[in-house]
């Protein structure tokens, strides 16, 4: 999936087909300065005017990496997305028991995509996505289905090891997920709660596992 983009290198950098050290310079000040107007503004209000001033370049620098906003906020939700950390660190690929596993991930799930930063990111991208839809695309693909994969991935090893019995991993992964979350998302879309409690999310993560876990424990063997 690659991104929407269009980088003008350096001439010696050309010459030896790779980019030049100061075109990543460049490219990180708009993309630090993209996330600044898009989070403050939203995507309809912001401007690469303003993109360009907060990134401190020109706009004909602006230009010749993304030819569109719509093509630099798209390269912002999949770098972004890429390199959270929580990409690699929100599940236990080292504990072997299922349930175990599924309480950790489930309550590093839920922190993240209540806090406030995501949230943020959420609303912007719900704001435009009927008018642009690859944008909602590209959300999608590299936050939530990423996160259903990697989910689907360790169940799939569950399932192989022999600690659980699942007929469709990828559905499993699906409801565990919508389980954990319930509506805390909705609440703070809509402004119903600022903030979720720890005593509620534990809870909510708890009988998902435990649901979640009676449903798809294997028989023992023997």
């Known amino acids: 999936m690659a991104d929407a983009i269009s980088v003008t290198a350096a001439t010696s950098a050309e010459e030896i087909g790779q980019p030049s050290a100061d075109d990543g310079v460049k490219r990180r000040q708009i993309m630090e300065g993209a996330r600044e107007i898009f989070m403050s503004a939203g995507f309809d209000a912001a401007s690469m005017n303003d993109i360009a001033r907060a990134a401190g370049v020109s706009k004909g620098t602006l230009y010749a990496y993304f030819d569109s906003k719509e093509a630099l906020f798209e390269a912002l939700i999949r770098e972004e997305r890429a390199h959270q950390p929580e990409r690699n660190t929100m599940f236990p690929d080292d504990e072997p028991d299922p349930a175990k596993a599924l309480a950790i991930y489930g309550r590093a799930l839920v922190a993240h995509v209540t806090g406030s930063d995501a949230l943020t990111q959420a609303r912007v991208v719900v704001a435009v996505a009927a008018k642009f839809p690859r944008l909602g695309r590209a959300f999608y693909e590299a936050g939530p289905l990423f996160g259903l994969l990697k989910l689907k991935q360790r169940l799939d090893a569950f399932v192989a090891a022999g600690s659980l019995t699942v ?17 805390f998302i909705k609440r703070l879309l809509f402004m119903v709660d600022v903030e979720i409690s720890q005593e509620e999310i534990d809870a909510a993560v708890d009988q998902s596992v435990a649901i979640f876990i009676n449903a798809c424990r294997a028989p023992p063997r023997g």
């Open 167 to 183: 007929a469709d991993t990828t559905l499993a992964a699906r409801l565990f997920i919508d389980m954990c979350t319930g509506d």
